[in-house]
Structure formats: structure tokens, C-alpha cells
């Protein structure tokens, strides 16, 4: 199928590519010459494992190519897709002017039957008001459908994501709107199985907000029994291992840390409390508040444990923050907890040095006060304390002993469960994790925890 994707960015660009992989002609648009040209050229314009492989690889079949042109992208496509932003707006709702943006801009050049697919995350609603808008600047007018097809590709992952999905969602008002997605996705669900769930428009605009709210509450309320365990002097650690086991639970997205950031969690979590506020329903909003208040307050939490063991001051000393993405394995700092917590100390008087493998450039865009180090071991030079806030496994392989001799004390915290504890401290370092494990009592590991 003839295919265009409106949008370049870390939804539009894996989704373009991944569907020509599968067998269709792609044009992906992008308002920007620099995005454009850098993926012509294979090379994705953000860290996205996978990606300029599956770009190079599409580009050379002559299946997949990047324009700026609007009309040429009209005159391509059979279905065109909406993977555009949809940021926070100042009451928490999507922001959608991006979106209306590109339909308003899209739609003129429409003179044939078309599909639009708006993989954008929505509130519920939009893909109606999308077709009214679409349908009254068209010359196709009528003949243009919206259908919506949320995604759920995770930063990191989206080379994956996008090929082997776990489901397919797909909203839609008519048979042939039904017809035409189904024979679009069809190589991926016959190769890999993947169940396709057909709904309405307004269903599936919910599901990928549904989702990440979900995900939030999970790792929230891990963090809230965290704090919970440290103040009887439980381990925490082995509570998650032991509830996981149960198979309604599971052990995913329990892991106690510095909390969830980025740019759909929270972005998400805010939008669907907004929504429940719209419609009333006061008791969900106020859960979903309280999943955001638990999740800021694990920022606030780990500025006032590097307060404590720094005996009680952050004035004038210096502290290195290793990580600045908001997870391990992307570039991406947006709403990033490690880079938070990096201003935050910086705001209360400590020399910060912050070092990340990936997100260096965005970060000093974001946070350009801080200072920044080339290496882990840099940044570390002088510190009264290291404090890790992204899961890097960079961070696990790095010598305590090469690291120790570059700090002033060898003090470290330890947010993300990454570091091995007991090998640090034989080389002399005070290991204190968010979970608040004291140093002196390590995690017991005898044979109850052996599985038979």
C-alpha cells in the first residue's frame, strides 16, 4: 500500500520505516530540512537502538523516503498516518496544535478518497473533531475517513515494538476503514500473531493513555511501599520478588527507584486526569493525583538523602550525577528524574557534574546551569558523593577502585538498582540505595529464596 507518515520524530520515523520493512511504499514528512535530510541519509536524528539500520536497510529497496513536501506526500498516499505531537497543555489535556497543524496543512492537497489514521495520542473526541476539520478543507471532502490507531512503541524499543507488537488496536467507523488496516497490518499479524482489537473511535483513543496511567500506578505504588518498608525496616527487594511470583501481579514495572519521566507517562498520567476531571469523575482523579504526587515526591526524597548522608549540607559541596535520560537506552531527557534531582541539588548550592552515555547534548540544552563531564569517571573527580539516576549498564561494569581514587569520599547512592552493592563496598565506598537499606544490614540471600 502507498502509505505516507506525517511526523518524524520518535513515533513517526520508527512507524514509517517499520512499514516499509513489511512491504509498503512510505513517504515521511517532517516541517524540519534537517530532520528530513539526516534520515534520507539513514541516520536517525535521535538515539533509537535499531533505527538507522532499519532506515538504510528501507531506504535502499526504494520503499521508504523523507520529504518536506506536503503535496507530494498527499499525491503518494492511500493512507496517511498522524504521528505528530500532542504535548502537555497548561491544564495537563493534550496540547494538540501540532496535530491541527498538519491536518490543516494536509488536508487542501486531498483530492482522492483517502484514509487519515491518527496515531498521535488523543483525549477522546479528536479523531471526530479531525474528519470535521479534514472533511471541510479537502476537495475530496466526504470521501476522506479518520480512523485512529494508538501507539504503543516504548523509547529504547521501537524497532521492536513497531515489527512484533504485542497488539494491534484499531478504531474505526466502517467496514472499509476496517478492511483497509487490516490488509495494512497483515504481514505483521501472520508472522508474529499478534491480536488486532477492533473498536470505536473513542475506545481507542483511550487505550494508550489507559495504559500508561496504568503503569504509572504500578510503579508509584511501589515507591509508596518502599517508603512504607524502609520506616519499619523491611526489604523491600525481597517483598517485590516475593509478591511478583504471583501470577496475577508479576514483576514488571515493580522495581522501587527514582520514579517514571519522559515523555508519555506523565504526559499521559496528566491528560487522563484531566479527562476524569471533565467528566466528573472525582474519585479517579484524585488516584491519579495521587500517582503524580508519590512520583515528584521520589525526587524530592533522593535531594533530601544526598542532604543526609553529605551530614546535612548541600552548600558548596560536590556531587557527581551519573545519568541524565530518563531511562537507560535513549537520549531522550524530558521530564527526566535524574536530570530533576541534578537541578534541584544545583538549586540548593552543590557543584554538580553530570555525566550520561547518551543524553549529554539534550541535556545541556535542557539544564544548561549544570556543569557536565566527558566520562563517568570525570565527573567523579573531586565528589563527596556520586549518585546514579539512570540505570546505565555502563554504570554497573565501571572499577570502584579507579572510581574511588578520582573521588574526594567514597560516598555513593544508588536510585536504580544498578550497581552491585557488596563489590563497592569491599573497595571502601558507603552504598546507600532509595530503598534506604541501611549499609550495615546488606539483603539477606540464604536458601529460602532458592527456587525448587
Known amino acids: ?256 527507584g527514582l520514579g517514571f519521566g519522559g515523555g508519555c507517562l506523565p504526559k499521559d498520567l496528566h491528560a487522563f486526569t484531566h479527562q476524569a476531571d471533565s467528566t466528573g469523575s472525582t474519585e479517579a482523579a484524585a488516584l491519579l493525583r495521587a500517582v503524580d504526587t508519590v512520583n515528584r515526591h521520589r525526587r524530592h526524597l533522593a535531594v533530601e538523602l544526598a542532604r543526609t548522608v553529605l551530614d546535612g549540607t548541600l552548600a558548596g559541596r560536590r556531587v557527581a550525577v551519573w545519568g541524565a535520560a530518563f531511562k537507560a537506552g535513549v537520549d531522550d531527557v524530558r521530564d527526566s528524574p535524574g536530570l530533576d534531582v541534578a537541578v534541584r541539588l544545583h538549586q540548593a548550592g552543590a557543584q554538580v557534574a553530570v555525566y550520561d552515555p547518551q543524553g549529554m547534548a539534550q541535556a545541556r540544552h535542557t539544564a544548561p546551569a549544570l556543569s557536565y563531564a566527558p566520562t563517568a569517571a570525570d565527573a567523579a573527580q573531586d565528589a563527596d558523593l556520586v549518585l546514579v539516576t539512570t540505570g546505565w549498564p555502563e554504570f554497573r561494569s565501571l572499577d570502584p577502585y579507579a572510581i574511588g581514587d578520582r573521588t574526594a569520599v567514597r560516598r555513593l547512592i544508588d536510585t536504580q538498582g544498578v550497581i552491585v552493592a557488596a563489590r563497592w563496598r569491599a573497595a571502601g565506598w558507603t552504598v546507600t540505595d532509595i530503598s534506604y537499606r541501611p549499609a550495615s544490614r546488606p539483603a539477606q540471600r540464604g536458601p529460602s529464596r532458592q527456587l525448587v
Open 1 to 256: 500500500m502507498k502509505i505516507t507518515v506525517i511526523g518524524s520524530g520518535h513515533l513517526g520515523a520508527p512507524h514509517a520505516a517499520g512499514m516499509a520493512d513489511i512491504g509498503h511504499d512510505v513517504v515521511g514528512v517532517d516541517t524540519d530540512l534537517a530532520k528530513v535530510a539526516a534520515l534520507n541519509a539513514g541516520r536517525g536524528w535521535f538515539h533509537e537502538p535499531g533505527l538507522d539500520d532499519l532506515l538504510t536497510r528501507n531506504i535502499g529497496t526504494g520503499r521508504l523516503r523523507f520529504t518536506t513536501d506536503l503535496t507530494d506526500a498527499a499525491a503518494h498516499g492511500e493512507v496517511h498516518f498522524l504521528a505528530v505531537g500532542t504535548p502537555s497543555g497548561p491544564d495537563g489535556s493534550y496540547d494538540l496544535s501540532q496535530l491541527t497543524a498538519a491536518v490543516s496543512a494536509l488536508a487542501p492537497h486531498l483530492h482522492r478518497p483517502c484514509l487519515i489514521v491518527g496515531k498521535s495520542t488523543v483525549s477522546p473526541g479528536t479523531a471526530r473533531a479531525v474528519e470535521a476539520l479534514v472533511r471541510r478543507l479537502a476537495p475530496a471532502g466526504d470521501a476522506v475517513e479518520v480512523a485512529w490507531n494508538p501507539e504503543f512503541l516504548r523509547e529504547g524499543t521501537a524497532v521492536a515494538d513497531t515489527l512484533t507488537p504485542d497488539r494491534i488496536v484499531i478504531g474505526v467507523s466502517s467496514a472499509e476503514a476496517e478492511k483497509s488496516l487490516r490488509a495494512l497490518y497483515a504481514p505483521i499479524i501472520k508472522s508474529h500473531g499478534c491480536p488486532l482489537v477492533v473498536t470505536d473511535l473513542a475506545t481507542a483513543e483511550m487505550v494508550k493513555a489507559t495504559a500508561n496511567a496504568y503503569l504509572a500506578t504500578r510503579i508509584s505504588f511501589i515507591n509508596a511501599v518502599a517508603e512504607m518498608s524502609a520506616a519499619i525496616g523491611a526489604d523491600v527487594t525481597d517483598l517485590v520478588e516475593a509478591i511478583g511470583y504471583d501470577t496475577r501481579i508479576g514483576h514488571h514495572y515493580l522495581q522501587p
